[in-house]
């Protein structure tokens, strides 16, 4: 199954597609809930749940005590027994409070438990970079998580995506770990107004190239498009893949385009050692390795904490001009 | 620490008789399965439940077929108590495709979730958050399910313990925790795991959370029944969670293989004299509840449920390399 | 909860005007860089202190230079109280290379472990361990160093903080716990966030552990300068740890940008009545401790302090962008 | 400042070598102690630390109560005040526990404090892959700390690594990951004598060989010496390298093997998406790109957790067999 066709679109930014989405599928379905940290009331971190408290009630909508091992950990059990829980996690950094939860117990149930049971858990959370929140605010986790097997990672970074991405995430039956992005929530662009689901572990390929392949996530794939959209005047033609998901990986889809370039480049805000840049820069260059004409370039962070102090962050977290520059190299 | 005396027991000739044979079961289960360990037949590692049987046996019959349970790396008696088979448990242990797990557990996550038992955990306090989802589920869908997690003392130190019980009091959740106080936490003694303050009476540690604290003789199954009882009854009602501390020994080592030098002179013969397995039996024949012979007819029948259990475990087939590969997502396997 | 009548005081004259002097200038400093704050001048998140500077303040004064102390996301204040440059704070909120963090911290992260000061901290409940470890540097040094760990009611959810208290207890251990009860934790009051049976005395979370508890009136500089004396002695002289609940009022928001919305009507103009930078000016001037005019020329000397603290942050420069690759282990940068 | 060299060597194992070289350092400076579940009495999970609580005391052999987040928290303190704590996490599994003290408070104290900070903590666990036992304590989760900048990471393989990497993990100012191997305990090889410290941040190449590099770690570090016998008596020459240090990643060494090969496989037990493999594969793939002949094979996980029963590990895990199929696709 491809993703939905969907005719219809209308403008929205992120935090509002998320808000929406989440209230459709609670709308659509009554075991669907919500907890954390302030998600009543405030809306949780971002007030991106702002009003589904008063919709659905404070008994679908439940803050929780500050407790990331109790909100995770209960999330799995409610999922075990029928219920399909949506918790948030503020910073992606509180993660790690729950980290026996994820790696020892939702990542690996089902198959400890020999495949039969469905684990319909949502975590929502969002990467931040650029905000100037410091090392235990500001950090991109997505490729800490896909590193355990049994843990679904996405990572959403348009409005069209939210939406697929969201829907396919509350209504499957595995644990899915769904990244926003600080700096992504208020990105606006064209949304299917009709039921709108992107299979998990798809890639897509947002804007067709054949120069240069730039595989981006989230905030660097808005960068990215700025940068094709720069590098197009200079006669150089992008093309521009989102991964989406970053576990399950679609390489078939990031393959095929490298293919086609010979040349890549791999932004993302993670680590340039261990993070996702890492992986998928393997994947190109084992199965794409003869069609290549120079090594695949990883942008990312220098394997630093990310500083507090706006010199010092911008100088750590990648920007247009960096993949710009990145990519002038290659061709 | 409360005895069978202290609770309103409703138990009949057949309940005492279920209660005893449901002990018995995990008694030669555990036996078994010891020796089988020790012959190599088991891989993996072997946490063996015997001493602890009234504990299983006492909080497993207070529950419904609706209620949930989590257990530890000690699970065996939960999951026999619980009522799961004893042949699908063993081909677990023995890595079999038949096994509960496919072979995919082992000893340490035999679970069946359809049974309501929500998987043994070989983290320490690993199911307690677990357990505690499982009644907000309850709670939510508005059924009277409650949620039982069964846990050591070694537990009580793990942030997992505190969240799940802090969660429950703030949400009134039917939570049940029974610790089982088996001395030890690995080989290490209660005094240098605890504070003195929590060390004669371990649910103190749910105080805090406004939890209904109970600590019983965890070698005496009808004290365990009684305590527990009150505790579903309490989450059934809307009462919210419970603590309670059943008192008990672990007869065997912390794993098969582990040299027990740590136990002190005496203490175990001391333990040994209320081995629920000698004195339960005892009791109901001088009760007149059974007698020798239908005692020993018992403990023929589930010698030979046992003996064909392993027979089962080791003439199914082990999985295929191939399996490895699947059972991880809803739509199959690992790879990507 | 207990005033200040109820401890053994022994406070002079310089010693309570030393405890006005550093309220004042946590206010000072807060209300000053909520200003700038707003002005976009500082980058981040900020956590105001105003409300709460007597906690800090009436806690630091019961300290001697060799105790450690751990901190929040709402640091300011402890790091005032603890003796920290207001200049060198300044600059590190303005992300300055002359920041105590060289401004890699800023707000939520300022630390001087040379002055005991082991760091505010982002994460909930992340100091206390840290404290904990202090302690038990302090026990096996054989010195009579205590660590205090200052958190809010919302960290006693996290299981860092049981953890933490239960090792404490364990091994009696000199660390102080003070909770800063402001009655919110971000945006959600205390009953959503603590069982019933712990919403009268938080302390309640202490007792497992063994800590001594306390509850003071965290409005109070001279109630809590008592209990924290009480607690440090003990820790001190080899009695273990406490834990002291300071009730208080956060005035400003969650963090700056906060709408406020869910306080309760009246509730804040009652709590402005304990403000202790109202009352306790108050009580020094009427009791004849201080004139009028002495506390108006402390308050101009503060202005001009923070004044210039702001200068001198201002004027720093931002550090260099190479820096951002160094300072991640001892022989400096991060690249691999 | 490289390896020290000494001359004189004797036979040990693993195990003994852990526990010699800590007591070796803690005879040295009265500020190193020990703290773990059951460290004394049992002497650690693995029995490794045996005799070292009758040796020095119960006060610098600590058990403590199950609690991670406190075991590493305090541990993290305790460094931060003038002791060098090395604390026994079981089970790398368990690292989880302590997941906001390992990404929060350990990696970035330091960087976050501006660098002036001295954090001479160790953390010894253990990979353990291949004992049936199961998906939370079976793990293999060097890759997962690796990804986390601000700990050095390190995973002993032989005997005289042992000594030198513990003893230079002890000695350091920085925090150490040691992570050691359930499956090497037991690998007895020649230790030196003396004083003997290896560099954190270097690797090792352990034999050398023009045709095909290997890159193996732990366990697969032995099966890779196996393989390389095997193959020699085929005629292939292979180069084996231990990269010791996981973070920072020696890939000056690793490359200009690759660079002389041409060839290589990198064998490790993380999981082959988003594992040490990947990012190992990459470095070689970018720095190496004009010198390989053919892509950089990667041997690891098929991204599951590991199950227990054997029939499915001895699938799921490497082996010699593994390496030499993968070497041959090369030749
Ligand atoms: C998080 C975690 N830490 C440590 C262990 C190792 N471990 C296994 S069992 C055990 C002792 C548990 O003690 P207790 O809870 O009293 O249960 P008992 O073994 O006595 O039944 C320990 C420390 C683990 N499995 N998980
Ligand atoms: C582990 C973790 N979870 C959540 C947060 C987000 N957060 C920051 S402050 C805060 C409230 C803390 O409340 P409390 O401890 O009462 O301190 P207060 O803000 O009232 O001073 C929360 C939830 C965090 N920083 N760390
Ligand atoms: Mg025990
Ligand atoms: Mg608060």
Known sequence: MSATTATETEEAAVRDVINATLAQEMERDDSVYIQGIDVAGRGGTSNILKGLDDRFGRDRVRNTPISEEAMVGSGLGAAATGMRPVVEVMYCGFLAEAGDELLNQVAKMRYMFGGKLDLPLVIRTKNVMGANAAAQHSQSLHHWMAAIPGLKVVCISTPADTKGLLTAAVRSDDPVLLFEHGGVYNKSGPVPTGDHVCEIGEAAVEREGGDVTVVATQQQLWNAFEAADTLAEEGVSVEVVSPRTISPLDTETIVESARKTGRCVVVDESPLSYGTQSHIAAEISEQAFFSLDFPVQRVGVKNVPTPFSPSLEDEVVPDTDDILETVRTLV | ?336
């Open chain 2, 1 to 336: 620490m409360n005895s069978a005396s202290e609770y309103d027991l409703d138990l009949s000739d057949e309940d005492r008789i279920e209660l005893l044979r449901t002990m018995r079961r995990i008694r030669e289960f555990e036996s078994t399965v010891q020796n089988k360990f020790a012959d190599a037949e088991i891989p993996g590692f072997l946490h063996l439940y015997i001493g602890q049987e009234a504990i299983a046996a006492g909080v497993c019959h207070a529950l419904d077929e609706r209620d949930h349970l989590t257990s530890t790396h000690r699970g065996h008696g939960h999951c026999i108590a619980r009522g799961l088979a004893t042949d699908r448990m063993a081909a677990e242990l023995y890595g079999k495709e038949t096994g509960y797990c496919r072979g995919k557990g082992g000893s340490m996550h035999i679970a069946d979730v359809e049974a309501g038992m929500l998987g043994a955990n070989g983290i320490v306090a690993g199911g307690i958050p677990i357990a505690c989802g499982a009644a907000v589920s309850a709670q939510m869908r508005d059924s009277d399910e409650v949620a039982v997690s069964f846990f050591g003392d070694g537990a009580l130190s793990e942030g997992a313990f505190h969240e799940s019980f802090n969660l429950a009091g703030t949400w009134n959740l039917p939570l049940v925790g029974i610790i089982e106080n088996n001395q030890y936490g690995e080989m290490t003694g209660l005094d240098e795991q605890h504070p003195p303050a929590a060390l004669d009476d371990l649910t103190i540690y749910g105080e805090p959370y406004g939890a209904a604290r109970d600590r019983v003789d965890g070698m005496d199954v009808e004290a365990v029944y009684g305590a527990a009882k009150q505790a579903v009854e309490r989450g059934r009602t809307g009462g919210g969670p419970s603590l309670v501390e059943c008192v008990a020994y672990r007869f065997e080592g912390h794993h098969e293989g582990d040299s027990q030098f740590y136990r002190d002179e005496g203490e175990y013969d001391e333990w040994k004299q209320k081995d629920p397995l000698l004195t339960y039996p005892e009791k109901l024949i001088d009760e007149g509840v059974i007698t020798e012979e239908e005692y020993a007819e018992m403990e023929a029948g589930i010698e030979t449920e046992i003996e064909e259990a392993i027979e089962f475990a080791r003439e199914s087939d082990l999985p295929d390399p191939s399996e490895a590969y699947e059972g991880l997502y809803s739509e199959g396997g690992g790879h990507a």
